[in-house]
């Protein structure tokens, strides 16, 4: 099973910064990284998916980048309602597995 | 818009049964693969099963399962319907979750989720 292995557990930021959320794939997935947002008591949000393509309705804000089994998730400026947990997902070799969750407080 | 409705969810004895639905509406239902994720109670997201949209043609199979579900869980859908279901079996408290019924970006039974249900409670417990 591959595992995705995300860091760091909680980032504490205040708006306006920069953050920047890792998933590291235990081995290749090509490019099948997706992001998503979930917020408290809801469904969770797809943000991003190959690795780097916005899903509809995604601000700029939010942007992906890989580097080889390492997939960044970065957002520019942190907005109020940016709060929530980040999971990563891959879809390769006919499986889905998710990332523990990245926590992102906002000051 | 897109709207998901799952429901069957329900507290069970473990060893028990139950079939969960989500109806679809908001979008040609048939061509997209649709899919369950679960959610324990403060845990993280669980992929569970998928099943391909018309059209998918990669000469794989339909339909694919987590570990955990495998040989337990059914997945299955009525286009006539667009409506997908998730029957569970040999359910043990490890199963308790919120179960989200979620549609697929295309028609491969494992991709990205580009929508979401809001979920129903599975409860195992005697």
């Known amino acids: 099973e591959i595992v995705l292995t995300q860091s760091p557990a909680t980032l504490s930021l205040s708006p306006g910064q920069r953050a920047t959320l890792s998933c590291r794939a235990s081995?290749?997935?090509?490019?099948?990284i997706a992001w998503y947002q979930q917020k408290l008591g809801q469904a969770p949000r797809l943000l991003i998916y190959?690795?780097?393509n916005r899903a509809t309705g995604i601000p700029a804000r939010f942007s992906g980048r890989q580097s080889g089994t390492v997939f960044t998730l970065t957002i520019s400026s942190l907005e109020p309602e940016d709060l929530g947990v980040y999971y990563c997902?891959?879809?390769?070799?006919?499986?889905?597995?998710f990332g523990q969750g990245t926590r992102l407080e906002i000051k | 818009e897109v709207q998901l409705l799952e429901s069957g969810g329900a507290l069970v004895q473990p060893g028990g049964s139950l079939r969960l639905s989500c109806v679809a509406s908001?979008?040609?239902?048939?061509?997209?693969?649709m899919g369950w994720v679960r959610q324990a109670p403060g845990r993280g997201l669980e992929w569970v099963s998928g099943f391909c949209g018309t059209g998918f043609t990669a000469g794989s199979a339909c339909t694919y399962s987590s570990e955990s579900a495998e040989g337990r869980f059914t997945i299955s859908r009525d286009n006539s319907k667009n409506t997908l279901y998730l029957q569970l079996s040999s359910l043990t408290p490890e199963d308790t979750a919120v179960y989200y019924c979620?549609?697929?970006?295309?028609?491969?039974?494992?991709?990205?989720?580009?929508?979401w249900g809001q979920g129903t409670p599975v409860t195992v417990s005697s």
């Open positions: 979620a549609k697929g970006l295309g028609s491969s039974p494992v991709h990205y989720f580009e929508h």
């Open positions: 997902q891959h879809r390769y070799n006919w499986q889905i597995t």
């Open positions: 190959d690795a780097s």
């Open positions: 908001g979008f040609t239902f048939s061509p997209y693969a």
């Open positions: 081995q290749t997935v090509h490019n099948y």
